[in-house]
């Protein structure tokens, strides 16, 4: 397609872009009908009062009759950062038949959405045999760091325990420390 004045009147002579296409309907409701393809969108395709006074038909998925079939969607991919692929402002009627929008990420933190299709201020907006996937949302903002745990009491003077093999000692009943006779014969209690 070529975007140029007159376009979009027959097949021949297609628009290349959706957006241009919505904006020869001019004060008059249009119908439009869009080639089964894949369209990267670089802005939100806009349908309000200014662009569509009149409503819009967008025909989505089309072929020559040949080739023609009810399971063929046009594709729109959102523009990057989460905005939406199609905004619908005011403007009445306006159907879309036999699209499949695809959001995109969404772009910052602070947990910014991503939008698909927006519908706002009344507009009468009807979406035929299409699918809606959304984008994935900005990551939250990360979590305070936690305060310090609360301080210890302090120790009151317990008395240790005795260790049973030596006299005089204070600790608890764990083994005694062993050594071995000038006769390497065997171990004694090494209490000193």
């Known amino acids: 397609g070529n975007d140029a004045a007159g376009c979009g009147t027959k097949p021949a002579n297609a628009c290349k872009t959706l957006s241009y296409g919505v904006s020869r309907c001019g004060a008059n409701g249009c119908d439009l009908l869009v080639m089964f393809d894949e369209y ?5 395709l806009t349908l309000n009062s200014s662009s569509a006074p009149k409503g819009a038909h967008l025909y989505g998925g089309c072929l020559p009759q040949a080739e023609a ?5 046009s594709v729109l991919l959102a523009p990057p950062g989460g905005a939406p692929a ?8 306006v159907q879309m038949e036999n699209f499949k929008l695809l959001g995109s990420a969404a772009t910052g933190h602070q947990g910014a959405p991503a939008m698909t299709l927006t519908v706002t201020n009344g507009a009468a907006f009807t979406l035929v045999n299409s699918e809606l996937t959304g ?5 939250g903002a990360g979590g305070g760091n936690a305060g310090p745990g609360a301080k210890g009491g302090s120790a009151n003077g317990q008395t240790a325990g005795t260790n ?13 420390q062993m050594g071995v006779d000038n006769k390497y014969t065997e171990c004694d ?4």
């Open 189 to 192: 209690a090494v209490c000193g």
């Open 40 to 44: 990267q969108l670089t802005t939100t």
């Open 69 to 73: 079939g009810p399971n063929y969607r």
């Open 164 to 176: 049973g093999a030596c006299s005089a000692t204070q600790g608890g009943t764990g083994a005694a």
């Open 86 to 93: 199609v905004a619908v402002d005011k403007a009445t009627p």
């Open 135 to 139: 984008g994935s949302g900005a990551p």
